[in-house]
């Protein structure tokens, strides 16, 4: 079974449009968060949530917007969609939120915006 | 602001070698570092996780150690083989903050 999965695995849409990434998690982790990785590798966070609750938000655009309707579950929702929201999108779940937790990390949704 | 930065960003090894990654990060007030695999097309595996308190960790043919004082890590990998061909990314967490440095693409030449 996996164990953190994002749907879809590639997404390809026109700019303006708004769209969906799904994440799930069945680790009975605590926290789950969501990485962008650019078309130089660079991964960073975008958000976290702990328990259903928004614990980082790293000044992201407020076009993007994570929906955590139970903890095992942290939606990525894009609005009005730019060339620069390209990226391969990484979901991730750690057990509890603590600094010494392993992070566990989906396979990716590669966003395509044309 | 956490710099974290791996060189080389690409390195082939004939199979059987033993190497080395390397990694370093500007500021030393880490909580742990954590080596993570990418392979091409999928997401991250952690490798080895290393507590600030800690100089080294051990998982099979795989030894990390971490010099805090100095901002640097390395990933020594045993005689290589063909599947550990992959992306290697090194992260350091302070606070909530996990900073990835962009990885060395590691080809290992049958």
């Known amino acids: 079974d996996t164990a953190v999965s994002q749907t879809p695995k590639y997404l390809v849409t026109q700019m303006g449009n708004d769209k969906s990434i799904k994440c799930e998690q069945n680790l009975g982790h605590d926290t789950m968060y969501w990485y962008k990785q650019d078309s130089k590798k660079f991964l960073k966070i975008m958000f976290s949530y702990n328990n259903k609750e928004l614990i980082i938000n790293e000044t992201v655009p407020n076009r993007f917007s994570p929906k955590s309707p139970d903890k095992a579950h942290l939606n990525l929702h894009i609005n009005s969609l730019e060339l620069g929201d390209s990226a391969v999108y990484f979901c991730a779940s750690s057990l509890v939120f603590a600094t010494n937790e392993k992070l566990f990390f989906g396979s990716g949704t590669q966003l395509s915006v044309l | 602001k956490q710099e974290v930065t791996q060189i080389p960003a690409a390195l082939s090894v004939p199979e059987g070698e033993n190497l080395v990654l390397n990694c370093s990060f500007t500021?030393?007030?880490?909580?742990?570092l954590q080596w993570f695999r990418q392979d091409p097309g999928k997401g991250l595996t952690s490798l080895l996780l290393i507590q600030s308190s800690q100089r080294e960790q051990t998982s099979g043919r795989l030894n990390a150690s971490l010099d805090k004082s100095s901002g640097r890590s390395t990933l020594y990998i045993a005689a290589s083989q063909p599947g550990d061909s992959a992306t290697y990314l090194c992260?350091?967490?302070?606070?909530?903050?996990?900073?990835f440095g962009t990885g060395t693409r590691l080809t290992i030449i049958p």
């Open positions: 992260a350091v967490r302070r606070n909530e903050k996990l900073t």
């Open positions: 500021d030393s007030a880490i909580y742990n």
